[in-house]
T-cell receptor, first 111, second 116 residues
Framework: DAKTTQPPSMDCAEGRAANLPCNHSTISGNEYVYWYRQIHSQGPQYIIHGLKNNETNEMASLIITEDRKSSTLILPHATLRDTAVYYCIVRVTNAGNMLTFGGGTRLMVKP | DTGVSQDPRHKITKRGQNVTFRCDPISEHNRLYWYRQTLGQGPEFLTYFQNEAQLEKSRLLSDRFSAERPKGSFSTLEIQRTEQGDSAMYLC??????????????FGPGTRLTVT
Protein backbone atom coordinates (compact mmCIF):
# COMPACT_ATOMS: atom_id res chain seq x y z
CA ASP A 1 0.00 0.00 0.00
CA ALA A 2 1.16 3.55 -0.74
CA LYS A 3 2.55 5.71 2.04
CA THR A 4 0.60 8.71 3.33
CA THR A 5 1.72 11.95 4.94
CA GLN A 6 -0.50 13.96 7.29
CA PRO A 7 0.14 16.95 9.55
CA PRO A 8 0.52 15.75 13.15
CA SER A 9 -2.04 18.15 14.59
CA MET A 10 -4.65 20.75 13.67
CA ASP A 11 -7.08 23.00 15.51
CA CYS A 12 -10.57 23.96 14.38
CA ALA A 13 -13.22 26.24 15.88
CA GLU A 14 -16.51 24.60 16.78
CA GLY A 15 -19.07 25.07 14.01
CA ARG A 16 -16.47 25.76 11.36
CA ALA A 17 -15.36 23.37 8.63
CA ALA A 18 -12.37 21.18 9.41
CA ASN A 19 -10.20 20.44 6.38
CA LEU A 20 -7.73 17.61 6.96
CA PRO A 21 -5.12 17.12 4.23
CA CYS A 22 -3.38 13.92 3.22
CA ASN A 23 -0.54 13.45 0.76
CA HIS A 24 -0.29 10.11 -1.07
CA SER A 25 1.96 10.91 -4.02
CA THR A 26 2.88 7.26 -4.68
CA ILE A 27 -0.70 6.02 -4.94
CA SER A 28 -1.30 3.52 -7.72
CA GLY A 29 -4.30 3.17 -9.98
CA ASN A 30 -6.10 0.47 -8.04
CA GLU A 31 -5.62 2.00 -4.59
CA TYR A 32 -8.42 3.72 -2.73
CA VAL A 33 -8.16 6.46 -0.12
CA TYR A 34 -9.79 5.54 3.20
CA TRP A 35 -10.30 7.70 6.26
CA TYR A 36 -10.78 6.44 9.79
CA ARG A 37 -10.85 8.35 13.04
CA GLN A 38 -10.13 7.36 16.61
CA ILE A 39 -11.74 9.16 19.48
CA HIS A 40 -9.84 8.91 22.74
CA SER A 41 -10.07 5.46 24.38
CA GLN A 42 -12.15 4.02 21.54
CA GLY A 43 -11.37 1.82 18.55
CA PRO A 44 -10.97 3.42 15.10
CA GLN A 45 -14.16 4.29 13.23
CA TYR A 46 -14.60 4.17 9.46
CA ILE A 47 -15.52 7.54 7.95
CA ILE A 48 -15.39 7.44 4.16
CA HIS A 49 -13.43 6.16 1.20
CA GLY A 50 -12.98 7.04 -2.48
CA LEU A 51 -11.08 6.17 -5.64
CA LYS A 52 -11.00 9.30 -7.80
CA ASN A 53 -14.36 11.02 -7.55
CA ASN A 54 -15.32 13.22 -4.66
CA GLU A 55 -17.47 11.42 -2.11
CA THR A 56 -19.91 12.59 0.55
CA ASN A 57 -21.76 10.80 3.29
CA GLU A 58 -23.49 11.77 6.50
CA MET A 59 -20.18 12.17 8.32
CA ALA A 60 -17.88 13.93 5.90
CA SER A 61 -16.82 14.79 2.37
CA LEU A 62 -13.71 13.50 0.63
CA ILE A 63 -12.06 15.59 -2.07
CA ILE A 64 -9.41 13.81 -4.17
CA THR A 65 -7.22 15.83 -6.53
CA GLU A 66 -7.35 15.02 -10.21
CA ASP A 67 -3.85 13.48 -10.15
CA ARG A 68 -4.90 11.52 -7.01
CA LYS A 69 -1.70 12.46 -5.22
CA SER A 70 -3.50 14.16 -2.37
CA SER A 71 -6.89 14.38 -0.74
CA THR A 72 -8.78 16.39 1.86
CA LEU A 73 -11.30 15.16 4.39
CA ILE A 74 -13.88 17.83 5.18
CA LEU A 75 -16.02 17.88 8.30
CA PRO A 76 -18.46 20.64 7.32
CA HIS A 77 -19.51 21.79 10.80
CA ALA A 78 -17.08 20.47 13.37
CA THR A 79 -18.33 19.78 16.88
CA LEU A 80 -16.44 19.08 20.09
CA ARG A 81 -17.23 15.38 19.57
CA ASP A 82 -15.17 15.42 16.38
CA THR A 83 -11.99 15.85 18.43
CA ALA A 84 -10.02 12.74 17.49
CA VAL A 85 -7.04 11.38 15.59
CA TYR A 86 -7.84 11.12 11.88
CA TYR A 87 -6.04 8.51 9.79
CA CYS A 88 -5.68 8.61 6.02
CA ILE A 89 -4.98 5.14 4.59
CA VAL A 90 -4.34 4.08 1.03
CA ARG A 91 -5.18 0.50 0.17
CA VAL A 92 -6.46 -1.83 -2.46
CA THR A 93 -10.09 -2.48 -1.65
CA ASN A 94 -11.65 -5.91 -1.93
CA ALA A 95 -8.42 -7.33 -0.57
CA GLY A 96 -9.96 -7.52 2.87
CA ASN A 97 -6.63 -7.58 4.56
CA MET A 98 -5.04 -5.36 7.11
CA LEU A 99 -5.14 -1.60 7.40
CA THR A 100 -1.78 0.18 7.65
CA PHE A 101 -2.15 3.17 9.96
CA GLY A 102 0.33 6.02 10.00
CA GLY A 103 0.59 8.66 12.68
CA GLY A 104 -2.61 10.45 11.71
CA THR A 105 -3.68 14.02 12.43
CA ARG A 106 -4.81 14.93 15.92
CA LEU A 107 -7.75 17.31 15.39
CA MET A 108 -8.70 19.48 18.33
CA VAL A 109 -12.06 21.21 18.00
CA LYS A 110 -12.21 24.22 20.30
CA PRO A 111 -15.27 26.08 21.57
CA ASP B 1 -21.18 0.81 19.68
CA THR B 2 -20.04 -0.90 16.46
CA GLY B 3 -21.28 -4.34 17.44
CA VAL B 4 -17.78 -5.71 18.00
CA SER B 5 -17.20 -6.52 21.66
CA GLN B 6 -13.98 -7.27 23.50
CA ASP B 7 -13.38 -8.72 26.92
CA PRO B 8 -11.87 -7.73 29.25
CA ARG B 9 -11.62 -3.99 28.66
CA HIS B 10 -8.65 -3.69 31.00
CA LYS B 11 -6.12 -6.23 32.21
CA ILE B 12 -3.25 -5.75 34.61
CA THR B 13 -0.84 -8.63 34.91
CA LYS B 14 2.60 -9.34 36.25
CA ARG B 15 5.52 -10.01 33.97
CA GLY B 16 5.75 -13.69 33.08
CA GLN B 17 2.04 -14.42 33.42
CA ASN B 18 -0.18 -15.58 30.57
CA VAL B 19 -3.20 -13.56 29.45
CA THR B 20 -6.07 -14.26 27.08
CA PHE B 21 -8.37 -11.76 25.39
CA ARG B 22 -11.65 -12.45 23.65
CA CYS B 23 -13.27 -10.74 20.67
CA ASP B 24 -16.84 -11.21 19.47
CA PRO B 25 -17.26 -9.83 15.95
CA ILE B 26 -20.41 -8.68 14.20
CA SER B 27 -22.27 -11.92 13.58
CA GLU B 28 -22.34 -11.99 9.78
CA HIS B 29 -18.75 -10.88 9.38
CA ASN B 30 -16.40 -13.53 8.02
CA ARG B 31 -13.12 -11.69 8.62
CA LEU B 32 -11.66 -10.91 12.01
CA TYR B 33 -8.51 -8.89 12.66
CA TRP B 34 -6.26 -8.24 15.63
CA TYR B 35 -4.22 -5.03 15.98
CA ARG B 36 -1.98 -3.66 18.69
CA GLN B 37 -1.67 0.02 19.55
CA THR B 38 0.93 1.58 21.80
CA LEU B 39 0.63 5.07 23.26
CA GLY B 40 0.81 7.81 20.66
CA GLN B 41 1.02 5.43 17.71
CA GLY B 42 -1.48 4.20 15.17
CA PRO B 43 -2.72 0.61 15.38
CA GLU B 44 -0.41 -2.08 14.00
CA PHE B 45 -1.71 -5.21 12.34
CA LEU B 46 -1.07 -8.52 14.10
CA THR B 47 -3.12 -11.18 12.33
CA TYR B 48 -6.42 -11.92 10.63
CA PHE B 49 -8.83 -14.78 10.06
CA GLN B 50 -11.26 -15.59 7.34
CA ASN B 51 -13.84 -17.78 9.00
CA GLU B 52 -11.73 -20.15 11.11
CA ALA B 53 -8.59 -19.98 8.96
CA GLN B 54 -5.72 -17.73 10.05
CA LEU B 55 -4.56 -16.25 6.75
CA GLU B 56 -1.84 -13.80 7.67
CA LYS B 57 0.42 -13.06 10.61
CA SER B 58 2.60 -10.01 11.15
CA ARG B 59 6.23 -10.24 12.18
CA LEU B 60 5.06 -8.50 15.36
CA LEU B 61 3.31 -11.72 16.33
CA SER B 62 6.13 -13.48 18.16
CA ASP B 63 5.92 -17.12 19.19
CA ARG B 64 4.57 -16.00 22.57
CA PHE B 65 1.40 -14.85 20.84
CA SER B 66 -1.28 -17.19 19.56
CA ALA B 67 -4.69 -16.45 18.12
CA GLU B 68 -7.59 -18.75 17.40
CA ARG B 69 -11.03 -18.55 15.90
CA PRO B 70 -12.21 -22.12 16.39
CA LYS B 71 -15.71 -21.98 14.94
CA GLY B 72 -15.36 -18.93 12.75
CA SER B 73 -17.18 -16.77 15.26
CA PHE B 74 -15.41 -15.36 18.34
CA SER B 75 -11.63 -15.21 18.56
CA THR B 76 -9.09 -15.36 21.35
CA LEU B 77 -5.62 -13.83 21.53
CA GLU B 78 -3.27 -15.35 24.07
CA ILE B 79 0.06 -13.90 25.18
CA GLN B 80 2.33 -16.25 27.07
CA ARG B 81 5.09 -15.15 29.44
CA THR B 82 4.11 -11.50 29.17
CA GLU B 83 6.80 -8.83 29.03
CA GLN B 84 6.55 -5.13 29.85
CA GLY B 85 6.84 -4.38 26.15
CA ASP B 86 3.53 -6.15 25.61
CA SER B 87 1.73 -3.32 27.40
CA ALA B 88 -0.59 -1.86 24.77
CA MET B 89 -4.18 -1.61 23.60
CA TYR B 90 -5.24 -4.75 21.72
CA LEU B 91 -7.91 -4.01 19.15
CA CYS B 92 -10.16 -6.41 17.34
CA UNK B 93 -11.99 -5.60 14.12
CA UNK B 94 -14.31 -7.47 11.80
CA UNK B 95 -15.49 -7.10 8.23
CA UNK B 96 -17.61 -8.88 5.67
CA UNK B 97 -15.68 -9.69 2.54
CA UNK B 98 -18.00 -10.58 -0.29
CA UNK B 99 -17.32 -10.22 -3.99
CA UNK B 100 -16.47 -6.70 -5.02
CA UNK B 101 -18.27 -5.06 -2.13
CA UNK B 102 -17.02 -2.55 0.40
CA UNK B 103 -15.24 -4.17 3.27
CA UNK B 104 -14.54 -1.50 5.84
CA UNK B 105 -13.47 -2.80 9.20
CA UNK B 106 -15.49 -2.24 12.35
CA PHE B 107 -13.42 -2.00 15.49
CA GLY B 108 -14.17 -3.00 19.03
CA PRO B 109 -13.32 -0.80 22.05
CA GLY B 110 -10.07 -2.65 22.70
CA THR B 111 -8.46 -4.38 25.67
CA ARG B 112 -5.85 -2.32 27.47
CA LEU B 113 -3.07 -4.54 28.82
CA THR B 114 -0.66 -3.32 31.47
CA VAL B 115 2.26 -5.58 32.37
CA THR B 116 3.92 -4.67 35.66
Amino acid sequence: DAKTTQPPSMDCAEGRAANLPCNHSTISGNEYVYWYRQIHSQGPQYIIHGLKNNETNEMASLIITEDRKSSTLILPHATLRDTAVYYCIVRVTNAGNMLTFGGGTRLMVKP
Amino acid sequence: DTGVSQDPRHKITKRGQNVTFRCDPISEHNRLYWYRQTLGQGPEFLTYFQNEAQLEKSRLLSDRFSAERPKGSFSTLEIQRTEQGDSAMYLCASSRVQGQGLNEQYFGPGTRLTVT
